[in-house]
């Protein structure tokens, strides 16, 4: 029996003055132009919350910390991959002046509110990001503490 493709991603809903921002790309499988939230694999030996973190700043140039969390997303994509996505709540006060993507594959960054997402005409990446945009609206949010860190021991 072979294992699927199984892939970890993590990704941010950033939202400020009644806006959210969401990344422009190049989605890699169909060459389109697309909106996602900033978001991306985690790497090998980092937690998920350091994982969105460092997403969010190479994505945007913004170091916030998130505020809650979202649950689990899951997606079969056309390639045939399966990820899984957990998606944490940014909610800052206030934001820098400055800030642009560190990032090249991020070819701008805009902020809309739900309604002006679903009209742009750019298409959003997948399914995920309205998802994870409804599920905030309606306060599904949890705290941070339900995501616990084991710590291994050497025997």
Known sequence: ????????TVAAVLYFQGRYLLVEEKDKS????VLNQPAGHVEENEDLISAVKRELQEETGLSLEPS????????????????VRVNFVFTP???????????????????????ELRSHVLPARSQ??????SQFEQKQ???????????????
Request: proline share 6%; hydrophobic share 50%; glycine share 2%.
């Open 1 to 8: 029996m072979s294992r699927p493709l199984l892939h970890l």
């Open 30 to 33: 169909s060459d389109r132009l």
């Open 68 to 83: 809650a969390w979202l649950g689990i997303s899951q997606l079969k994509a056309a390639n045939g991959h399966f990820y």
């Open 93 to 115: 006060d206030e934001l820098p002046a400055l800030y642009h993507p560190q990032d090249t594959d991020i070819l701008a960054l805009h902020w809309l509110s739900l309604e």
């Open 128 to 133: 995920l990001v309205l998802d994870a945009i």
């Open 141 to 155: 949010l949890l705290p941070l503490c339900q995501i616990r860190n084991a710590i291994t021991h050497s025997l």
